[in-house]
């Protein structure tokens, strides 16, 4: 039951509009990617965790973690999913075809352990995999050109889609592979197992479990960090 981690943090975060890239911040006393690692450096089942960094990284070196015999580094792509990509590559030697993989952004740094338990108990007997995920709470709308409403859109069934995302190994590389070459555009995992005609299961996780995306997400990480420890 061990399982493989890819962490991809090669992005450029050009919606948080900041000189240092939204990994390297700090919040709540350590940087945002030390916060992202954590579950899983201190789950006893990682077999080990692949760090995917931008070829321009200069700040990688000079944290704690390059120096975690757990981890090792490649370097990413243009898109996240040529980076993930690259990160499956940097495993290819150690992995059997079934093992996990779980992918989790290194700019989501509020992923209790307790859902990572829950994701890897739900899933592991599964011939696929899935992902955490969030069910919508807000009334959705469709709009048209002009910003006027279309349609409702019933949120019922309706889910984010947060990470970790959990698969088997030769599945997610097959279904990435495919999306590249088909040029498909995939925003995650899933989409591109979805792709190969597979269903991915939603496992329930923390709405709390965010992205940092834009300026103000970085405060709402820091509430959600200082609330837990308190
Ligand atoms: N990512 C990556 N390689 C890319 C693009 C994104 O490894 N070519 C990573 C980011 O570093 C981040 C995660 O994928 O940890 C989620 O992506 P996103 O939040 O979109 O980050 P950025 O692409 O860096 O931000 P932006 O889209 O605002 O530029
Ligand atoms: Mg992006």
Known sequence: NRFWVVVPAAGSARRMGNAVPKQYLSVAGRTVIEWSLAPF??????????????????????????????????????????????GLGALQERVAPDDWVLVHDAARPCLPA?????????????AVGGLLAAPVVDTLKRA??????????PRDKLWRALTPQMFRYHILERALQSALSRGAAVTDEAQAVEALGMQPKLVAGDADNIKITLPEDLLRAERILRSRSA
């Not at 201190?42 to 200069?58: K, N, T, Y």
């Not at 944290?63 to 993930?84: C, D, Q």
């Not at 048209?144 to 859109?153: I, L, P």
């Open 144 to 153: 048209d050109v002009n910003d006027r409403v279309a349609q409702t859109v």
């Open 41 to 86: 450096l201190a789950h006893q089942h990682a077999a080990g965790v692949v760090v995917v960094l931008a070829s321009q990284d200069q700040r990688w070196s000079q944290t704690a973690l390059a120096s975690n015999s757990k981890i090792t580094t490649t370097i990413g792509g243009a898109e996240r999913m040529n980076s993930v990509l690259a």
């Open 114 to 126: 307790s859902d990572l338990d829950h994701l890897l108990n739900e899933l592991s007997d599964d």
